[in-house]
């Protein structure tokens, strides 16, 4: 019944989508060369099933796709580790790359689907396991290989640091088969760096292209790309033209700090790549940090190129030309001065690739971490590029800049891109960083990046609250800044703090109202509180300040804090978590699964959402929004790519792009009704009868005399342990326990909490009669067991699991339950490491344990309810129930009376939105 209630406060809402095929914020779909998105494996395992040497990458660069087979060279120039010195073949590319429309099976057994590839072929090695580097160059070995290229039939891989390029005339079948040309040296057996250049020499070629019976070489340190006329067919052959230098002779500085080359539109600077669509010609130019189009493949040597990306001419070469290239952000508060943001769309850092699949136009963006993808080749200079991949906004290089520390691996994240390739619908990018393939396919529609988030709490909003004290006197004048923004309210004759709340709660709020919160009075409190209109860390930016005037006026003002806190990123989830997606056409109707008490279906309304390719369990689907649980699967994972499939009622099925969702250990949600935060809780009474909790702290001395008296001085009932070697703090609170169910005429029954070492007491009484019953600890004077009561009697029967409402408030000191979702994975009570973890089932009702908690090492709960402390008594995973968690917390026996009393729960930095609920104090 209560998951029935939990999940109507599920908001439903929508988004605009996009209208590209690749989308903003987009992830990949699929992995190649790691078991998940998140693993960073540097070598094989031959003892683990699917991390063999046919499916772990180490930091490759270079790819190609010809004839359904992909060709990957697992090696680079620039430092990524480790270096395999060989060249991997993948046979039989459809059978391993799934269409992006395809339904994967439910397999709970298979933890990443989406984890694809297994290599058939390696070259320049004698097996998957080995990757020697050997110095002196032979027919069937390669050393620091990073590129290839395929034409379906011949194979070409640039050897680079043997100073040559490969060809085998047939697509290689058996591990290190042998090359049948080389090019740059005269045989097999040499890798000499020639110098100067002639038209038959290679200095550390570091691209190769096929394209209509023609070979193009990025001959990369002597500044050239070289063109054969034909595939050579014999070794050390002429090649027949010379882009980027006057000649074939021409000797180019190789120290680039000694270099004085100019950027020229006909001159190059270590080229790393050159492909073509068959009409036009592309070079990666890395030293001028730009690429070079030739609207038609040149036929004479040194001819210029037609346009120019990633710079505003042809004679400039700055890395990230902002000046040039970007709009200005300011001006320099000193010198008012124009500023530039360190990167934009237009810029480039040492673009290391440029593939065109003839109607768009992919560069590898390396230095910026990204890559950029035109819908329409350009024509023009510095053109600005519709999508980009790897970074969340064109602004943003979240590896390098300081806001955005050096994340690990995920699915929407790259580290100096370095090659492309074009299978038709999926675009593969290679990933050497972090020893992998990236591979984003096209879609129907996109998801926004932050799409996926904690059903509980979609948006965690900083809050921020204003105090009122001091004595009201006429014409004083308040005034809060808000962002820079100063509101004014000026005292009125009879005026009381609760009209001066309410006035300038509404100064804030007139007209369109602060841009940045929304503010709400309490007149009966004295307080505004205010909640950031925008979700998450952002609004934790906000500054409050308040002043009063004149200098002597009697009115006070007490801000929270210098900002407001506690703004949260719900698109961080954790294992188990039940989610929102919110989108647009995501299904053609509104279906809800029928039995939340059995086993959720992996498709409603035939709608599929993936994790990892893993199918997960389905609550409710609409156009707009889909519920559903995260697997607890995905716990080995920092980020999981997501993705929804949908069978249209007219046969057809359309997918979204794929989005990153950040895995964290725990990120609490707690479910309340709708409305701006915070919301009002689903908040319920716990007991039907009074209860109290005796805490048992401190350290453990032999002969200490632990003792609980229950009842009044003058008829009280003592119940005592005496500690005794090899006890711990658990055991004593045991005897404690036991102790007091051992009396049958005692007035309580005695049990431990769920979490730490109290002792709850509840009375045998039902009802109200059974409040007031007084209770409290005694030690003798050295004692180190430490017994506290957190309240001085049993209180607060209610009727159990009844909803506490402004008519049946909670009491301060009661205990109270709130439902939840996001606390992570579940282990036994008292558990000390991971094997003392609890299976928990993905999308099947939870019938382990009774009592279990999360991790307590990491992830154990704590709680904040009207500014003081409430002692959590019990977090776990509901009995019965799909990714709710239950939690019972002891309010603060000193709360006041307020009916929007403000409650949040935290584990290790993670807090949760904020809910209200409404607590009477007799006293006050």
Known sequence: MMMKVILSFLAVGSLASAQDLFFKGQAARLVIGQPTF??????????????TGERILGAATGLAYANGMLFVADSNRFGAAPLNHRVLIYRNLSTQIPPADVEFPVDDLKRCPACVGEASTVLGQDDFTKNDLTLLPKQNTLRLPTAVASDGQKLIVADTDNNRVLIWNSIPTSNKAPADVVLGQADFTKSLAIRPPNNKSLLGPQGVWIQAGKLYVADT????ILVWNSIPTSNNPAADIVLGQKDFNTAVELDLVKSTVDPQQNNLLNPVSVTSDGIRLFVSDLGFNRVLIWNKIPTQNTTPADVVVGQPDFTSAVANNVEKLCDSNGKDATTSALTYPAICSSTMEYPRFAL??????????GGNDRVLVFNTIPTTNAPKPDIILGQLDDGINRVSESAYPLLTASSDQLRTPSSLAWDGANLYVSDPFNRRILVYSLADRGLEYNAVRNSASIDVFAQATISFGGTVRENDEVTATIGGTDYKYKIRKDDKVENIVVGLTNVINAGNGD??????????AGIIRMSALKGGLDGNAITLATTTSPADATITLTTSGANLNGGQDAAKVAPGTLIT???????DSTVAASDLTKELPRELAGVQVYFDGFRAPLIFVSPTQINAQLPFEVSDSTSVSAWVRTKRASGKVEVTSAVAVPIVAQNPGI?????PDPRPGVVLHYSSKATGTVSVDGSVKVGDTATIQI?????????????KEGNTLASIRDNLINVINGDPDAQVVATGAGVFTRIRLTSKTEGADGNGLVYKTVTNSDAQVILTATTTALCCANVAGSRVTVDNPALPGETIVIYTTGLGLIYALGASSDADRIPAPTGKPFTGELYNQPQPSTSFVSSLAGGKTAQVLYAGLKQGSIGIYEVHLELNSDLPTDDTTELTIAQDVYVSNVISFPVKNPNN
């Not at 998140?38 to 991390?51: E, F």
């Not at 841009?515 to 009966?524: C, E, K, S, T």
């Not at 997606?581 to 299904?587: A, F, H, N, Q, W």
Request: hydrophobic residues 25%; charged residues 25%; glycine residues 12%.
């Open 515 to 524: 841009p940045n919160v929304l503010a709400r009075p309490f007149p009966n």
């Open 356 to 365: 065109s699949d003839g109607k768009r136009l992919y560069i590898a963006d």
């Open 671 to 675: 479910f309340a009704d709708d409305g």
């Open 711 to 723: 009842g009044p001085d003058d008829a009280n009932k003592t119940y005592s342990y005496t500690v």
């Open 221 to 224: 340190q002597n500044h050239r």
């Open 38 to 51: 998140t693993a960073q494996r540097s070598g094989p395992d031959s003892t683990v099933p699917g991390q």
């Open 581 to 587: 997606i919110k989108g647009e056409g995501l299904s």
